[in-house]
């Protein structure tokens, strides 16, 4: 059996990602404070399993409850594959740094980068422990690589998920085991975080008209299309490149 653990499951590319899964006969573990009912109600007439964990990625307590539940639930059964996925993100506070609170700050940190490395750690112990392959998928972003006026925290968070990321994926092919640790950038998607980015006043973010552009002229890809794209790279576990930076711009 194959298994997906897939982070924000309630919408976006979450929820895509989530879907294609199900279709594929696997068993997905969603995680997200709210579910996405028409994701249980697609079993119903499909091969795969969806069961739902509520968990809120800024409080570090509840995240390390869920995911060593669920971690010990999928290594110890007859598994082919284990899929973690770190889709969920936030992109708020959107404003210059003077205008941070301490508050919006440690929430930030630790839904876009806290919380992935505490699962990465209990996955991959357990992975070593039992010989299952695991396979991590990380969301990331070009603003990773770029300074973006109004957009410091979330630059700094995709930055150090990156370099995490990438620092994982050394160790695992050092260490010479079955596991692998990717990269993943879906670029601009029609989401609820677009949404919230154009909805930014001009001095918060300096690049928000560019953003209403993207939308008027329909330069948004759907979230379902490039879920496929990830899905498609994942399905062949043996062809995944372990430590790749795979890029949606590359696929459509």
Same mark, same amino acid.
């Given at each position: ?17 989530? *879907? ?26 499909? $091969? ?50 003077? *205008? ?5 700050? +440690?929430?930030?940190?630790?839904? +876009?980068?806290?919380? $992935?490395?505490? #699962? ?5 112990? *357990? ?63 029609? #989401? ?43 399905? *062949? ?16």
């Amino acid at each position: 059996m194959k298994y997906a653990v897939i982070t924000g499951t309630s919408r976006g590319l979450g929820a895509s990602l989530a *879907k294609l899964c199900i279709e594929q006969g696997m068993h997905v573990f969603g995680i997200s404070r709210k579910m996405d009912s028409s994701l249980k109600k697609m079993t119903e007439s499909l $091969p795969g399993t969806y069961e739902h964990h509520a968990c809120n990625l800024a409080n570090a307590e509840q995240v390390e409850k869920v995911f060593s539940t669920i971690a010990e639930q999928l290594f110890k059964r007859k598994t082919a594959y284990v899929y973690l996925i770190h889709n969920a993100g936030v992109v708020n506070p959107i404003d210059t740094s003077d *205008k941070h609170t301490m508050e919006a700050i +440690n929430s930030h940190m630790h839904v +876009n980068l806290i919380a $992935p490395m505490i #699962t990465t750690s209990l996955f991959l112990n *357990k992975a070593q422990k039992t010989d299952i392959p695991l396979i991590i998928a990380t969301v990331t972003s070009g603003a990773a690589d770029r300074s973006v006026y109004g957009w410091s925290a979330y630059s700094a968070s995709k930055a150090g998920l990156n370099r995490f990321t990438e620092s994982v994926a050394l160790e695992q092919a050092q260490l010479k085991t079955k596991n692998k640790v990717i990269l993943f950038d879906p670029s601009i998607m029609d #989401t609820e975080m677009q949404s919230e980015i154009r909805s930014s006043s001009k001095e918060a973010f300096q690049d928000v008209e560019q953003f209403k552009q993207y939308k008027t002229e329909n330069q948004l890809r759907n979230t379902d299309a490039v879920a496929e794209v990830l899905t498609s790279i994942l399905f *062949k576990p043996e062809q995944v490149i372990n430590g790749k930076y795979y890029s949606v711009k590359d696929f459509l």
